[in-house]
């Protein structure tokens, strides 16, 4: 059995950032609309629309489902398998996107899930 800790230590790594941008991301929404204080990168944020902030929201949470199912798999010795046919995923593209639930044949079949 392969040791996959560094793959969890990298995907939770990765849940934690992007779990921050996503809390800034709402913490940004709430305040919209009302005069406040705001740092750099708070009136940087704030430039982009909502469109914007709802296309890169959906895309955190679904980034984030991806992580948490992939350490779900990892602890169920599932890790590396595509969701959708049961195939090996291949190692470049683990090592790229180490969420990656399914493997290139069926993420380029139906890209966004
Ligand atoms: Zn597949």
């Known amino acids: 059995m392969k040791n996959h ?8 790594a990765r849940y934690g950032e992007i779990q921050d941008r996503l809390a800034r991301i709402e913490g ?9 204080e705001q740092d750099f990168e708070e009136q ?4 982009q629309n909502d469109e ?9 949470r679904l980034e984030m489902a991806q992580i ?3 350490l779900t798999r990892l602890e169920a010795g599932t890790y590396g398998l595509c969701e959708s046919c049961g195939q090996p995923i291949a190692g470049k593209r683990l ?3 180490p ?3 399914r493997c290139v044949s069926c993420a380029e079949a139906a890209p966004t899930r």
């Open 5 to 12: 800790t560094a793959v969890q230590r990298r995907l939770l």
């Open 28 to 36: 940004d929404r709430r305040h919209t609309g009302k005069p406040l």
């Open 44 to 47: 940087a944020i704030e430039v």
């Open 52 to 60: 914007v902030l709802d296309a890169l929201d959906g895309s955190i």
């Open 68 to 70: 948490q199912r992939t």
């Open 95 to 97: 090592q790229a996107l």
């Open 99 to 101: 969420h990656a639930t």
